[in-house]
């Protein structure tokens, strides 16, 4: 929870089979900044567990979370966070309601989900779900591969989503990114790993938004905000210092319009 006034309203959406505990880092670093944070379990994940996987649903999902419990006398800023799956569900979310964000923050999703890299990665999942275990084993022995030891514990806290791949991927497949970002009306922050292999068309991306930066953090793979949570955070804690600043702006605009029709 913030101590005092809260600065602005931050919504993290995960990723695909993981949960909104894989944010636990990001949400002690944010609070303690004064920011009013939520993070999410999408449909069929973390507490949600079992669930159907729709888009509806999503949206939903964060629709509520940007839902405050008290109106403040100021609206806060509200930056919507998502990572890999959450990223292009939070950019399909952008684009399809203008006016319900100020920022965008897109991590590991620098790639359309379509062709080559979308059917090998069905096929992968497809493979994956025949194994006994439906491939619990297996994503466990590649987050503590691939993560920090704290990190492993973030990403499978809130329990793995073991059906959703299909389903999941499946409906990515009928987005476009490129299209929804041409859509977006906010500032947008690309974040991703010098190594995530998600990234080969981050500069596309970026080429279809109207307000858009490119951050690539050193050394970290796809999982961008697990692998170097403190780089991810600042990322993010930057968007909301310029989310702030261009509200101020904005609101002296406005005072000086009320005085001039005064």
């Given amino acids: 929870m913030t101590v ?12 695909l089979r993981t949960s909104a505990s894989m944010w636990r880092r990001q949400l002690l670093a ?22 159907p996987f729709t888009l509806d649903e999503a949206f939903r999902v ?7 419990p008290t109106a403040p006398e100021a609206p806060l800023p509200r ?4 990572l890999s799956l959450g990223g292009y569900l939070s950019i399909e ?6 006016g319900r964000i100020d920022g965008l923050v897109a991590a590991s999703c620098g790639i359309r989900p379509r062709g080559a890299p979308l059917g090998g990665y ?19 022995l590649m987050a503590r591969a691939f993560l920090p030891a704290a990190a492993v514990d973030d990403v499978i806290a809130g329990g793995v989503a073991l059906d959703v791949m299909a389903p999941a991927l499946e409906l990515v497949g009928t987005l476009d990114p490129e299209r929804a970002l041409a859509a977006v009306d906010v500032p947008v922050w690309f974040v991703n790993g010098r190594f995530d292999h998600f990234r080969l068309e981050e500069r596309r991306m970026l080429r279809a938004t109207r307000d858009g930066r490119l951050v690539v953090v050193p050394g970290a793979t796809h999982l961008v ?4 949570p403190d780089e991810f955070t600042a990322v993010v804690s930057g ?10 702006l904005a609101a002296r605009r406005r005072r000086r319009i009320g005085a001039s029709d005064a």
């Fill in 30 to 51: 944010l609070e303690a900044l004064d920011l009013d944070v939520v993070a999410v379990d999408l449909p069929g994940h973390g507490a949600r567990l079992g669930e």
């Fill in 239 to 248: 968007a909301v210092a310029e989310l702030e600043h261009r509200a101020a």
């Fill in 225 to 228: 905000s697990l692998a170097r």
């Fill in 79 to 82: 930056l919507l966070v998502g």
């Fill in 122 to 140: 069905q096929r992968l999942a497809a493979l994956i779900g025949r194994l006994p275990d439906r491939g619990r084993a297996l994503n466990d």
């Fill in 62 to 68: 964060i629709d509520a979370a940007f839902e405050a």
């Fill in 93 to 98: 979310y952008a684009a399809r309601n203008p």
């Fill in 4 to 15: 005092g006034m809260p600065r602005a309203r931050v919504v993290l959406v995960h990723g």
